[in-house]
C-alpha cells in the first residue's frame, strides 16, 4: 500500500482517480479548495480517505499534504479556455502558481514523482493532424498558456532538481460526475442533460470542429500507468486520448440517438480560443507509460448517458 495525494480530488477526474486509488487499498489524501469541485463526487469514498480543503495556492498546505507520499496526482485546476479568456489572471494564478507550489512542495517533502494534468489545448489550432509531441505548441489562449508553462515547470523540476514529473495532455475528457451546470462545461454533459431535459443542445460554430473526445477510464488508466512508468518516462508529457476525432454535430446526433429523441441542436457564435480540429498520435504514451486507451468512444457515450439518466 503507499499513498497519494490527489489534488483536486473532489473535481470531475480527481474523484475518478481518488475513487480507483481507494477501491486498490491505497492511503489517499485529497486537497481541493471546492472551487469546482464537490464533496458530493467522493461521497461514496469520504470515510476512505483524508479530504483536505484547501487551495494549491498555498504553499504551507501543499507541503503538509505532500508529507510521506509516493506520488502526487496533480488534477486540480481553474478548467476552461472561455474562463481564461474572460479572467487571466486568476486562470495565471492556480494554474501556474498553483502548479508551481505542487512541484516544490513535492520536491521539499521527498516526493517520488509528480504526474499533472497537462492539455492539448498547447497545439493550437495547427494544421497538421494527429497531434504529436514533437510539434511546435501554439497556444491560442490564456489557459493553453498555463498548461504549457506547467510543462516547462515540470521538465526543470525533473532535470533540475530530480523530482520526476509526467505531464498527460488529455484531449476533451468526458464521462459520469462531469458538472453540466457550470458556463464553462464540456460539450458532453451539456449535451445530454439538454436533450434530457426536453431542450435543444447548443453547438457553438458550425459543429464540423472535430475533437478527440476520451472516456474518464482511459484517463485514470493513463494516470496510473504514468506513475509506475520507468524512470527514464519522467520529464516530458504525452497526449492522452484514443488517436480518433468525430464532429461536435456528429457526436451531439449521436448522443441523441442514444436517449432516442428527435430534438434538434441549435446553433450559435464561435467561442474566442476554440481550436478547429484536435486528435491525439498516442504512440509515444503507449511506448513509455503502457498506456492502451481500453474504452473506445461509443462505449464511453453508452456509459455515460446511462450514469445521466439514473442520475438526473
Not at 508529507?67 to 481553474?78: I, K, R, Y
Request: charged letters at 20%; aromatic letters at 8%; glycine letters at 10%.
Amino acid at each position: 500500500m503507499s499513498k497519494y495525494l490527489v489534488t483536486g480530488g473532489a473535481g470531475f477526474i480527481g474523484s475518478h482517480l481518488s475513487r480507483e486509488l481507494v477501491k486498490q487499498g491505497h492511503e489517499v489524501v485529497v486537497l481541493d479548495n471546492m472551487s469546482t469541485g464537490r464533496e458530493e463526487n467522493i461521497a461514496d469514498i469520504i470515510d476512505d480517505l483524508q479530504l483536505r480543503v484547501g487551495s494549491i495556492t498555498d504553499i504551507e498546505t501543499v507541503k503538509e499534504c505532500c508529507e510521506g507520499v509516493d506520488c502526487v496526482f496533480h488534477q486540480a485546476a481553474l478548467p476552461s479556455v472561455p474562463r481564461s479568456v474572460a479572467d487571466p489572471l486568476t486562470s495565471d494564478e492556480h494554474n501556474i502558481g498553483g502548479t508551481l507550489r505542487v512541484f516544490w512542495g513535492a520536491h521539499q517533502q521527498g516526493v517520488r514523482r509528480v504526474v499533472f494534468a497537462a492539455s492539448s489545448s498547447i497545439y493550437g489550432d495547427t494544421e497538421e493532424l494527429p497531434k504529436h509531441e514533437g510539434m511546435q505548441p501554439r497556444p491560442m489562449s490564456p489557459y493553453a498558456v498555463n498548461k504549457r508553462v506547467s510543462e516547462l515547470y515540470g521538465a526543470v523540476f525533473n532535470n533540475l532538481y530530480g523530482l520526476s514529473t509526467i505531464g498527460l495532455r488529455y484531449f476533451n475528457v468526458f464521462g459520469p460526475r462531469q458538472d453540466p451546470n457550470s458556463q464553462y462545461a464540456a460539450v458532453v454533459p451539456k449535451f445530454i442533460t439538454a436533450f434530457l431535459e426536453g431542450e435543444a443542445p447548443v453547438i457553438h460554430g458550425d459543429g464540423l470542429q472535430s475533437r478527440d473526445f476520451t472516456y474518464i477510464q482511459n484517463v485514470v488508466e493513463a494516470n496510473l500507468a504514468a506513475c509506475a512508468a520507468r524512470p527514464e518516462a519522467g520529464g516530458r508529457s504525452y497526449n492522452i486520448a484514443l488517436g480518433g476525432r468525430i464532429t461536435v454535430k456528429d457526436l451531439c446526433l449521436q448522443i441523441r440517438d442514444l436517449i432516442g429523441t428527435d430534438i434538434e441542436p441549435r446553433y450559435d457564435a464561435t467561442r474566442p480560443g476554440d481550436v478547429k480540429h484536435s486528435q491525439a498520435d498516442v504512440s509515444l504514451a503507449r511506448e513509455y507509460l503502457g498506456y492502451l486507451g481500453s474504452v473506445d468512444l461509443d462505449k464511453g457515450l453508452e456509459r455515460t448517458v446511462k450514469w445521466y439518466q439514473e442520475n438526473a
